[in-house]
């Protein structure tokens, strides 16, 4: 009997590796492409103070690229070998991200109101639909924190 037994655990073992490695690749596929969003929004903010697009006001623009190199820099302290407990790297992710979503709303919402030729391009349209995708993202991880909480007592 254990010739038999033994095949289903292998199946298993090599399912569960497979997987894992499918969700490491999944991972690296979101962290790598939000890094390079917000290196690419960040080299539009920084094309809009060079060129002196004056449509976004200024103090606007500098939370902008402050958000956006704290969501690098918390990034790659995630993703590099650091001494940063990971509860406060993912308290910091999270904390920027809902900054993030405020700062580059009322961003887009002043390019929009003054219809400003300047500042319009695929960068801002991006940078909109990803607000989008993360304001949902981040309302349904507040959801299941919340259910996971009032759920039970840790068991």
Same mark, same amino acid.
């Not at 298993?12 to 790598?32: D, E, P, Y």
């Not at 103070?49 to 302290?77: E, G, M, P, Y």
């Not at 900054?99 to 003054?114: G, N, P, Q």
């Given at each position: ?17 497979? =997987?894992?490695?499918? #969700? @490491?690749? #999944?991972?690296?596929?979101? $962290? ?7 290196? &690419? %929004? +960040?080299?539009? $903010?920084? @094309?809009?103070? @060079? ?11 500098? #939370? +902008?690229?402050?958000?956006?190199? &704290? ?26 991200? %809902? ?10 919402? @002043? ?29 349904? =991880?507040?959801?299941? $924190?919340? %259910?996971? #909480? ?6």
């Amino acid at each position: 009997m254990s010739p038999t037994v033994a095949p289903s655990v292998s199946f298993l073992t090599s399912s569960l590796a497979i =997987t894992m490695l499918f #969700a @490491r690749i #999944a991972t690296f596929i979101v $962290v790598t492409s939000f890094l390079i969003l917000n290196m &690419w %929004f +960040l080299i539009h $903010v920084n @094309r809009l103070n @060079r060129d002196s697009c004056d449509c976004v006001s200024q103090k606007l623009r500098i #939370a +902008l690229q402050f958000t956006l190199a &704290w969501s690098i820099l918390t990034i790659l302290a995630g993703v590099l070998p650091t001494k940063i407990h990971p509860l406060m790297l993912i308290s910091s992710f999270l904390i920027n991200l %809902f900054i993030y979503i405020i700062v580059s709303t009322a961003f887009i919402y @002043r390019i929009e109101k003054t219809q400003c030729a300047c500042a319009k391009s695929k960068a801002s349209k991006t940078m909109s639909i990803l607000n989008v995708v993360l304001s949902v993202s981040l309302v349904v =991880t507040g959801i299941m $924190v919340a %259910f996971g #909480a009032s759920s039970g007592n840790g068991t």
